[in-house]
């Protein structure tokens, strides 16, 4: 998401991972304060000016696998602290996507924020930002100062639509990506409105996208003499990339793809289906081998007889029919049943889980997929584990997102080497 111009709303556990200890040499000749046990990003240091959620979950995928990430907060906090579900007033949203993260507080907007951080960038690698573009040039923080200072910087700028182009002013969150990517043109039933996602859909594949972009600029740098350069990350373009290949289909073929509802486009049958004892179940057989074994299990060999059943085409042609006959006999028996005789033949259905359902389900359990991580003011708290998983150097969740200028002494006393009267000066001024 991508707010407006103010501060604060800008546009277990396993593996590596630890608190900074021993020095190492950085490009240029940089020196910094890289952690004891390697994680695959350690000596990797990232500056989180961000908020909600593309730029601070870059951060966070960086924080998990080592990086050691610096949240850069306006005084008054940021604006995920207060947003969604909280227990004992702690933002569950923010224990888990502030995790791994030092945090210190800093108005970034006053002309002293800006000289600390400008300090801090010298020894950063990432800097992440996500305000209405101009917003950083306003603050005399533009790319070309930033660079100046740390030829070496990689400077990740998330906004809504991009930093060029006719809407790149516009204020914008993930909710405009998600309707303007054509996303919630194809999602939904084809007699109701466009449906949006109840999560932060578009934010998730940006900062997925992002994620990837600064790893891809880091190589540059690191390893083909680069230097540092500016990440140009909108949040609608990411979305509109996974969409498939609907720019073609329209272009070639003169086709919009619309709704269809739990249907798709290319692959029948594919549905939902409830089951006797009140289970919702998801079934896929995109190849003809799958649809075939599905015919077979719920009593219609004949179908694949017929002549169109032998391409996606033509059974997409006939999904209504094909549905009607898997639903009845799914409707017929429970859902462990169910899925016991489509495992037998080899074919692909799933249970709709709730959450609840998904911590108790063994294949989770198995492979840690949820994390229990200890909180100083929540006791513990599950979240989604590490992803994806790296056998030599995994990542890790150390901790979960910390008080609100909890790392302040931390780091403008013990490596920026301000004065205790220093800092309650700036303090009083509200700059930190």
Same mark, same amino acid.
């Given at each position: ?64 696998? %080592? =990086?050691?990430? +610096? ?6 906090? /940021?604006?995920?602290?207060?947003? !969604?579900?909280?227990? *004992? ?120 996208? %992002? =994620?990837?972009? +600064? ?6 740098? /690191?390893?083909?003499?680069?230097? !540092?350069?500016?990440? *140009? ?200």
């Amino acid at each position: 998401m991508t707010p407006d111009d103010s501060y604060d709303e800008p546009s277990s556990t396993r593996g590596g991972g630890a608190a900074p200890g021993s020095e190492g040499p950085l490009p240029g000749g940089r020196r910094r304060q890289d952690p004891p046990t390697a994680g695959a990003l350690s000596g990797v240091r990232v500056l989180d000016c961000a908020t909600l959620f593309a730029g601070p979950v870059i951060a966070s995928m960086m924080g998990d696998f %080592g =990086a050691d990430v +610096v949240k850069i907060e306006h005084p008054r906090g /940021d604006s995920l602290r207060s947003l !969604g579900w909280n227990k *004992d007033g702690v933002s569950l949203w923010w224990a888990m996507v502030s995790r791994n993260k030092r945090c210190v507080t800093l108005d970034i907007s006053l002309t002293e924020g800006q000289e600390l951080l400008l300090r801090l960038a010298e020894t950063a690698d990432v800097l992440i930002e996500n305000f209405r573009p101009g917003t950083f040039e306003r603050w005399n923080l533009a790319p070309s100062r930033l660079l100046e200072r740390n030829p070496a910087l990689v400077i990740v700028r998330t906004t809504a639509f991009g930093q060029t182009g006719p809407y790149s002013r516009r204020p914008g969150f993930g909710t405009l990506a998600e309707a303007m990517s054509g996303f919630a043109h194809m999602n939904g039933w084809p007699d109701k409105p466009p449906a949006l996602p109840p999560f932060a859909l578009a934010d998730g594949v940006a900062a997925i996208t %992002g =994620a990837f972009a +600064v790893m891809a600029a880091l190589r540059w740098r /690191d390893m083909c003499g680069g230097g !540092g350069q500016v990440v *140009d990350l909108s949040i609608y373009e990411p979305l509109f990339s996974i969409l498939g290949p609907q720019a073609a289909v329209y272009d070639s073929l003169g086709i919009e793809v619309s709704r269809m509802g739990n249907r798709t486009p290319f692959s029948a049958p594919r549905n939902v289906y409830r089951s006797r004892d009140g289970r919702w179940l998801a079934l896929s057989a995109s190849s003809t081998s799958i649809a075939e074994r599905v015919m077979l299990v719920v009593g219609h060999p004949e179908m694949i007889d017929e002549p169109w059943f032998a391409d996606n085409g033509g059974r997409l042609q006939h999904a209504g029919e094909l549905d009607a006959l898997i639903g009845e006999w799914i409707a017929e028996r429970d859902a462990e049943v169910v899925i016991a005789e489509f495992e037998r033949v080899q074919a692909a259905i799933g249970p709709v889980y709730s959450i609840a359902d998904i911590l108790e389900d063994p294949q989770y359990a198995a492979r840690g997929t949820v994390a229990r991580v200890p909180h100083s003011r929540l006791g513990s708290v599950l979240v989604p584990n590490v992803v994806p998983r790296l056998e030599g150097s995994p990542g890790a969740i150390r901790y979960l997102g910390p008080d609100l200028g909890e790392h302040n002494g931390e780091v403008y006393l013990g490596e920026l080497g301000l004065t205790e009267e220093e800092m309650r000066g700036l303090a009083s001024r509200r700059v930190v």
